[in-house]
């Protein structure tokens, strides 16, 4: 039988330095997911960091689903309806459509064992592209999924979007997608002239 931790009054943020709530986690996952693209874009002939960077953004779309789960339940429940994890489960699914393949890629990532419980019989794998006149060589990380293939940061590319009308859907976020501010810093630095 495995101890249950305790549960604890503090504040997320002693551990994880600023995220704190879900926004936070929302602009951690987009993070990931934005950094995975760069190095797709940037450096393709870079297998490793594109591959760690890719288990990164399903861990951060995962570990979002934890924290949006948590605050939904205490949500529903102060409003005294009975709901359980599986739910919230079913709800996700129905509106982001990788989002198990991002679950199961990052408990088989944090873990260190195979798991496929929302993502079944899915596959990643490399494929190496040669120079076309649009494109420079390099690896791209193929999504294989009943009988379909598809390149993983174009089905990536649109989670944190996905997330942010989810978010909303459910009463956990407000308003339209914030422009955040290490994205606004990224573009300066890449357009200094420009946002003078």
């Known amino acids: 039988m495995r101890n249950r931790p305790e549960k604890s009054e503090k504040l997320p943020a002693l551990h994880t330095l ?13 993070w990931d997911v934005d950094a995975f693209g760069d190095v797709q ?4 002939e870079e297998h490793e960091p594109l591959a760690y960077l890719a288990l990164n953004a399903c861990i951060s779309a995962s570990s979002l689903e934890n924290w949006a789960r948590t605050r939904w339940m205490q949500q529903e429940r102060k409003k005294k309806f009975r709901v359980k994890e599986q739910d919230f489960t079913d709800l996700v699914d129905a509106k982001i459509p990788h989002q198990g393949l991002c679950v199961d890629v990052a408990n088989t990532t944090k873990h260190g064992k195979h798991k496929e419980r929302r993502w079944k019989n899915g596959e990643l794998n490399f494929r190496y592209d040669a120079a076309s006149e649009h494109d420079p060589p390099g690896f791209v990380i193929l999504k294989l ?28 976020v407000s308003g339209e ?16 002239m420009i946002l003078r």
């Open 145 to 172: 999924h009943e009988s379909k293939t598809s390149i993983l940061y174009n089905d990536l590319h649109d989670l944190p979007n996905l997330w942010w009308e989810f978010l909303k859907e459910v009463d956990l």
């Open 41 to 44: 874009r940037s450096f393709p």
């Open 18 to 30: 600023i995220i704190g709530d879900i926004r936070a986690a929302w602009s951690k996952m987009y």
């Open 177 to 192: 997608k914030p422009t955040l501010e290490w994205w606004q810093r990224k573009i300066s630095r890449m357009f200094p």
